[in-house]
């Protein structure tokens, strides 16, 4: 590539024909950049499209991965668009269940349950659904529980690089209720 402009316009044209957060390793390879020439590159296009008021895109980091999106205030125009099928907003209870996920993925539906004090398994079916909680394993203990962790789309609709971007909850920790319980 001639310059950096150049380098940038490349980037921002795998972004926004891929449609999906591409990793930082995968724009290296594709590029021939390295990884620290890719984040600043993409560090620099994200301040572009926060400066530009004309702009109705962002560039979101999420983790080790970097998509195109469109600004959030743009989103009731966005599910005009896509008419989505108007699900639910979720409940309380439902939140609660996330937020057992988020703080101890990945976790199993019967620690979530310890958690939260009640059966769980409608709502972490119900965030399956959504596609903000997916299947990631199964623990090597009997009848092979499966455990839950968070997904990318569960970051990108919260607006969060990583999971470790949320303030620290302890009451919602899984080891602390455990310990809780024994004394």
């Known amino acids: 590539m001639k310059n950096d402009s150049e380098a940038m316009a490349v980037i921002e044209a795998i972004l926004f024909a891929s449609g999906d957060p591409v990793s930082l390793e995968n724009l290296a390879e594709i590029t021939e950049l390295t990884l620290t020439e890719i984040n600043d590159l993409c560090n620099r296009l994200k301040m572009r499209y926060e400066n530009c008021a004309e702009s109705g895109l962002i560039l979101k980091q999420i983790e080790n991965t970097y998509c195109i999106t469109t600004k959030p205030e743009y989103k009731e125009y ?53 596609g903000y909680v997916e299947e990631t394993g199964n623990l090597d203990l009997p009848g092979k529980p499966a455990v839950f962790s968070t997904t990318n789309k569960f970051l990108m609709e919260f607006g969060l690089k990583s999971a470790s971007d949320l303030p620290s909850v302890d009451l919602l920790m899984y080891e602390n209720i455990e310990r809780l319980q024994e004394e």
């Open 78 to 130: 966005m599910a005009r668009l896509f008419r989505p099928q108007h699900l639910p907003s979720l409940s309380n209870a439902a939140y609660e269940t996330l937020a057992a996920i988020v703080y101890n993925q990945p976790v199993t539906k019967a620690q979530i349950e310890l958690i939260r004090g009640v059966n769980s398994d409608s709502l972490v079916n119900r965030l399956v659904e959504r």
